[in-house]
């Protein structure tokens, strides 16, 4: 090894050092998180407020993984809905024509959704900007179109009836109101945490580099296409376990789980929290849930209050919440060292 060989090896310990406490760090964070989620029945008694983590959790990973694409690609997508429905009917169907166990279940549904994202995707990555978001919305009317006309198999409109089986598998009985509180945050916590790693590894960076500049990328031998499709894979696998933890939550799946407006509400999550923080869908996810639990107690005209609040967000803060909090508490820092 040369000297300078030598020196370059040396440089990278400590990068490699700080991965990998960063990794842990997650990992710790991730384990705390769920122990504070999971311990919450232990001292209340409200369902309503078990119902309402469940629901964010679905919501959490749909529009986390949407992100994914947004974010840390460049790709907005106008269809990511599909995947989300997709989840919920693939999760659904199979339990009740089947009758297989739950984590079979779980696994072929991502599979599905693996192999249906992967022929979509690689139709729609090879487009950019505007074609690619109306692109991937025409494929998700496609999938509600065929989830409506398909009746004797998906129950059309009315969706899929007689509930989903929840038979119990190693002592969890989803059946059982707690058991599926604490999978759904085990689930959020699990796909959260992946995604993560995902964001900062360095296929992580290489999707940063291709959002801010896919010709250079291209230019330095990457394989643009592949990751981007790559990345839409992912996505579509986080965005079906959403689908999958909602299915389980309403025992079914209904053609507006995979209808246009599910996609334009991860859209609209992702603008409250923000795209440039990890955890700004999260916190949008929050806002959006509790804004309509709370203005339709009030009124009946709820999306006019939620097209105020996007105003607000877009001419006011011009980016989500936390993105707003993050940049605040950065120029407080830099103000800070400067004195």
């Known amino acids: 090894m040369t000297e300078l060989e030598a020196g370059r090896a040396q440089a990278l ?17 991730a384990l705390i998180a769920f122990a504070v989620l999971a311990s919450l029945p232990m001292f209340t008694d409200s369902k309503a407020l078990l119902d309402f983590v469940i629901r964010c959790s679905a919501y959490g990973l749909f529009a986390t993984s949407l992100n994914l694409l947004v974010g840390y690609t460049g790709l907005t997508s ?3 809905g599909m995947f989300f429905g997709l989840g919920a009917y693939s999760f659904g169907l199979i339990m009740q024509k089947l009758g297989v166990p739950i984590p079979v ?22 487009l950019k900007e505007i074609y690619f978001a109306f692109v991937t919305l025409a494929f998700q009317m496609l999938i509600h179109s ?35 509180y604490v999978a759904s945050c085990a689930l959020l916590i699990i796909g959260l945490l992946a995604m993560r790693q995902i964001a900062q590894s360095p296929f992580g960076y290489t999707l940063r580099m291709i959002r801010d500049n896919a010709a250079r990328a291209s230019f330095l031998g990457i394989d ?39 996609s334009g509400e991860a859209i609209f999550i992702n603008m409250l929290g923000g795209v440039s923080t990890f955890l700004g869908p999260m916190v949008g996810t929050v806002l959006l849930l509790l804004l309509n639990d709370t203005v ?44």
């Open 13 to 29: 310990v400590p990068v490699r050092g700080g991965a990998a406490l960063q990794r842990y760090r997650d990992v710790l964070i």
């Open 78 to 80: 106008f269809g990511h």
């Open 105 to 126: 279940a779980f696994v072929a549904t991502l599979a599905i959704t693996a192999v249906i994202a992967a022929v979509i995707g690689a139709i729609c990555v090879r």
């Open 146 to 180: 065929t989830i409506l006309s398909w009746a004797s198999f998906t129950g059309g409109d009315q969706g899929l009836r007689g509930g989903i089986p929840r038979p119990a598998f190693f002592g969890i009985n989803l059946a059982n109101h707690v058991h599926l």
């Open 224 to 262: 643009v296409w592949r990751a981007k499709l790559t990345v839409f894979v992912l996505a579509a696998l986080f965005a079906s376990m959403g689908g999958m933890v909602m299915a389980l939550f309403v025992s079914g799946a209904y053609p507006e789980f995979a209808y246009w407006t599910i």
């Open 296 to 339: 339709t107690r009030f009124t009946e005209y709820h999306g006019i209050v939620l097209g105020v609040v996007i105003l607000f967000f877009a001419l006011g803060l011009r980016k989500g919440l936390l993105d707003f909090v993050a940049d605040w508490f950065s120029h407080r820092r830099d103000t800070g060292e400067e004195r």
